[in-house]
Structures are given as structure tokens and as C-alpha cells.
């Protein structure tokens, strides 16, 4: 059963993003799709082993053909050097440009085969079916899709928009915590850009209040949706405004280099990014120490982590190689209020080290 629905519009581009129960429905929904030759499903055998069977019993008795390819699970496997794979396994399969690529997995696999659409034969159609909350609130939103390089994360990528997204709402019911809180994370970062109603409803909401199906989440999802899908219509390729989706990630990201993907998930590191930002924030555009307060006891209530314990100055020096830096001076984003983001602001090295410290040090983090 459609649980409730939004259209992602831009220039050139229009698709909804539905969230159902489960997975019944799907067949109809590909079966919309106009002259398919071929079904590639790309998933990993981790989320296959609990879901295929539900996947299986839906598209069996689809009219076209379909093949199932497994890639290796974990954002290392979503590497360049697994693509041959894919694209010969495709080619093998007679794969021609009316074929269609269904992601059923999370970021990972969404990002890897999205990839995959965009690039072979110049380009084929693709079907998000997301199985995370990162996926279903952000990653699936907006068609970046890339593929990691040794030398660096979605070096190599691409914007490509599916033709819909498909989010069954019961994988959520196997998702490990350090999953929740990923998306958890991107919802808190959507409210604070927001700055509306949404942002006050989560400072009456608890960790607990997210299972898959509650009402809370399918409301904090479809505002999610919202949120991102109107920064990305307005702005594809980011040329400007959708930079401001990257609110706590320029510390988030330096946080999981200098941890070597290990220690964090995603979205805990953009957690205590957030904070920096927001601190970074009350120093330069005026934020409010209420709202900074506020923001604090918000994630504080989802168990998302806020307190910095890295060194300061290895975080800034991970920052300095990531590959936003212009120049000298690092930007952020950050915000004047809740609501009114900025982008692109230049701040001293200095400046950065001193609020670092404040957060590896400030009591009221707990
Ligand atoms: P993200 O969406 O945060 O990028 P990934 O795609 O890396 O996450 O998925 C994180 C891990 O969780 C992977 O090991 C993946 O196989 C697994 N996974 C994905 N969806 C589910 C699910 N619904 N239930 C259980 N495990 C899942
Ligand atoms: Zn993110």
C-alpha cells in the first residue's frame, strides 16, 4: 500500500518518491515503465538475504526479463574497480540502451548502481528501491551518483535522476542503529535548514518514536523529501544553493577521514559537524545561543552524537585535503537562524581550531 508520495521537479526532470508499507506494488510500477527490454536488479547479498524472497514474489510474473546482479556490500565495494564486473555481466545479458537499472539496497548500492545507469551505453533509464533511512531521505533525492576512488570519495560520478523512487517501509525494520542514526542525522541537518514547523516538532521527539512505519518517521521522511527535493529542483547541478545541503559536512566529512571510516558512521560524523557549524555560526552570523540550545537538546533526544573527541588540529588538517577547499580559507555552510542558510563562508583557520576546542571541551554536550 502508497503511503504517501511527493514529486521531485527541475528544469528537465520530474519523478515521485513514493513510500509504501512493502514491497507490493512495485510490479505495477515497473510495468509503467514504456518499453523495457530488461530488468537489472543490483542489490548485495546481505540485503538479499532478507528481502529477495519479497522481491522475487513481486516481479516473477513481470512480462520482461530480469537478471539479478549482487555487488559487494560496504561503501569500499562501491569502487570503481567493480564496475567492469557489472557492465560485462550486463553486456553478456544483451543489455542494450532500453534496459533498466532497479538500486534496491541503501546509499551504497544506489550510489554504485546509479552510477551504472548513467554511464552505460551513455546513459539508461534507473528505479531506486531504498532499504535505508539515509537512502530514503537523502541519497535517494536529487540523482547524485558516484563511485569511490582510492584517492578519493565519489570522485568519480555523475547526476542522473531515476525515474521513481520506491521505498518499501519495512526493510527499515532490519536496519542496524548505526544506520538510524545516519539518516537520523540528514533529518536533523533537512530541519535546521527548514527552520519551519518540521524543526519544532523534533524537539518533541524521541529516539523511540522511530520504528519502521511510525507515524513520526513516515512525517520526518516525507518532510525530508520535501526539503531536499525543493533545493535540488531548484538547483541540479549545484551551481549555488544546493551547497547548502552540505550543512555539517565539511567537519563531518574530516571527522570520518581522520577516524578512517571506522569509528563513525556518516551520519554521526555529520552530527558533531552540525554542532561545529552551528558553533561556527553563533561566532560570524549572530546565531542564537537558544537555538544553539536548542539544536543541542534535539539531537541529544535521537542519541545522535554532538561532543567532539578528535584532536582539533587533525581535524583541521583533514579538512585542508578535502576536496571542497578554495584556496586558502575553508568555507561552510552556515546558518544566520534557523531556516536561513549560507553558503559558501570564507572562515580563518583559527577561527575553526578555536571552536573545535570549545566543542571537545563544552560541558553542556554532556
Ligand atoms: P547507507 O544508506 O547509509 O549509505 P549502506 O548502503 O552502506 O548504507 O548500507 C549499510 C549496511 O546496511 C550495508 O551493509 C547494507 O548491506 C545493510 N542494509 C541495507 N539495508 C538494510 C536493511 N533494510 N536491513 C538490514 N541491513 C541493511
Ligand atoms: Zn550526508
Known amino acids: 500500500m502508497m503511503l504517501q508520495k511527493r514529486e521531485v521537479e527541475g528544469s528537465g526532470f520530474r519523478y515521485p518518491i513514493e513510500l509504501h508499507e512493502d514491497l507490493s506494488g512495485l510490479r505495477e510500477k515497473l510495468e509503467s515503465l514504456k518499453k523495457v527490454s530488461r530488468f537489472f536488479i543490483i542489490t548485495n547479498r546481505e540485503i538479499a538475504g532478507i528481502y529477495e524472497k519479497y522481491l522475487i514474489q513481486e516481479i516473477q510474473s513481470l512480462s520482461v526479463p530480469y537478471t539479478i546482479i549482487y555487488a559487494k556490500p560496504g561503501e569500499k565495494n562501491k569502487h570503481i574497480d567493480r564496475l567492469k564486473k557489472v557492465f560485462h555481466e550486463m553486456v553478456k545479458s544483451d543489455a542494450d540502451r532500453k534496459a533498466v537499472i532497479v538500486a534496491f539496497g541503501g546509499g551504497v548500492i544506489g550510489d554504485f548502481a546509479g552510477f551504472v545507469a548513467a554511464s552505460y551505453q551513455r546513459g539508461i533509464r534507473f528505479v531506486q528501491v531504498p532499504t535505508t533511512l539515509l537512502a530514503c531521505v537523502d541519497s535517494s533525492v536529487g540523482g547524485k551518483v558516484a563511485v569511490n576512488l582510492d584517492l578519493g570519495k565519489n570522485m568519480i560520478g555523475a547526476f542522473h535522476q531515476p525515474e521513481f523512487v520506491f521505498a518499501p517501509m519495512f526493510t ?26 518540521f524543526l519544532n516538532r523534533l524537539t518533541h521527539v524521541k529516539r523511540s518514536d522511530f520504528s519502521a ?96 573527541k578528535e584532536k582539533p ?30 553558503f559558501g563562508v570564507p572562515v580563518e583557520r583559527d577561527l575553526i581550531l578555536e571552536v573545535l576546542k570549545f566543542q571537545k571541551g563544552w560541558e553542556e554536550l554532556g
Open 172 to 197: 527499515l525494520s532490519t536496519l542496524p542503529e548505526k544506520e538510524w542514526s545516519c539518516g537520523l542525522a540528514e533529518i536533523v541537518k533537512h530541519a535546521f535548514l527548514d527552520g519551519g514547523e
Open 213 to 308: 512505519g511510525s507515524e513520526v518517521l513516515r512525517y520526518c521522511i516525507d518532510e525530508s523529501v520535501r526539503i531536499k527535493s525543493n533545493v535540488v529542483g531548484q538547483d541540479e547541478k549545484e551551481g549555488g544553493l544546493r551547497a547548502i545541503l552540505n550543512l555539517g559536512h565539511t567537519t563531518g566529512h574530516a571527522i570520518e577521514s581522520l577516524t578512517q571510516y571506522k569509528k563513525y558512521s556518516h551520519g554521526e560524523a555529520v552530527s558533531i559537524g552540525l554542532i561545529t557549524a552551528l558553533l561556527l555560526s553563533r561566532k560570524i552570523l549572530g546565531f542564537s545561543d537558544s537555538n544553539l540550545s536548542k539544536a543541542v537538546q534535539i539531537m541529544k533526544s535521537l542519541s545522535l552524537p554532538v561532543r567532539l
Open 313 to 342: 588540529a587533525d581535524v583541521l588538517t583533514h579538512m585542508e585535503h578535502d576536496k571542497k577547499k578554495e584556496g586558502k580559507t575553508l568555507n561552510f555552510v552556515l546558518l544566520e537562524d534557523f531556516g536561513k542558510p549560507k
